[in-house]
């Protein structure tokens, strides 16, 4: 079975451009996380969605992030503006009825 | 504030030894546990959850959960440098299907 898809692996901007993370989920479940992670604040839960609609934004840190999930096997979270605060591992995560949750290898940008 | 708490460590081990990890948790409503174990570099991999009170066994690795003392454990026996990681405790809510987050416990095998 394949696990949660994510890509690119890495990605390197400079401040002011757009990026776009790309997160498939594993099949069958039915919601998704996305997170950041940072040496000093730690696993950040930025949104969820279940069934494709957006359940939970809050830890969404401004209006430069966006995120969408148009249908069941694909989401982006968008960065744009972005600023070198934003650089981070990115990860996505998903599963089945809300509990274990299965982590994709995650998006390393850096932001210059 | 919902909080898990987690000594950071590193907590030392000698090879072959158990490994104990612990982790303490603010709200009673809490209803499922997980522990992840991160590589450096790496995602999070789940290694173990835990609902009920008690203790639950796979292979080499035990989760204990104690509802009245709020605090979940995890042991690893027979520790080897390959279990040489972070491990992140995570709680579920009763209300919503997000995961609470401790900062992880760095552990470190040492032949």
Not at chain 2, 8 to 27: F, K, M, Q, R
Request: overall charge neutral.
């Amino acid at each position: 079975d394949a696990g949660v898809i994510q890509s690119p692996r890495h990605e390197v901007t400079e401040m002011g451009q757009e990026v776009t993370l790309r997160c498939k989920p594993i099949s069958g479940h039915d919601y998704l996380f996305w997170y950041r992670q940072t040496m000093m604040r730690g696993l950040e839960l930025l949104i969820y969605f279940n069934n494709n609609v957006p359940i939970d934004d809050s830890g969404m840190p401004e209006d430069r992030f966006s995120a969408k999930m148009p249908n069941a096997s694909f989401s982006t979270l968008k960065i744009q503006p972005s600023e070198p605060r934003d650089s981070a591992v990115y990860f996505c995560a998903s599963s089945s009825l809300g509990q274990e949750q299965y982590f994709g290898p995650g998006t390393r940008l850096t932001v210059t | 504030q919902k909080e898990v708490e987690q000594n950071s460590g590193p907590l030392s081990v000698p090879e072959g030894a158990i490994a104990s990890l612990n982790c303490t948790y603010s709200d009673r409503g809490s209803q499922s546990f997980f522990w992840y174990r991160q590589y450096s570099g790496k995602s999070p991999e789940l290694i173990m959850f835990i609902y009920s009170n008690g203790d639950k066994e796979d292979g080499r690795f035990t989760a204990q959960l104690n509802k009245a003392s709020q605090y979940v454990s995890l042991l690893i026996r027979d520790s080897q440098p390959s279990d040489s990681a972070t491990y992140l405790c995570a709680v579920n809510l009763r209300s919503n299907y997000q995961l609470i987050w401790g900062a992880g416990t760095k552990l470190i095998i040492k032949p």
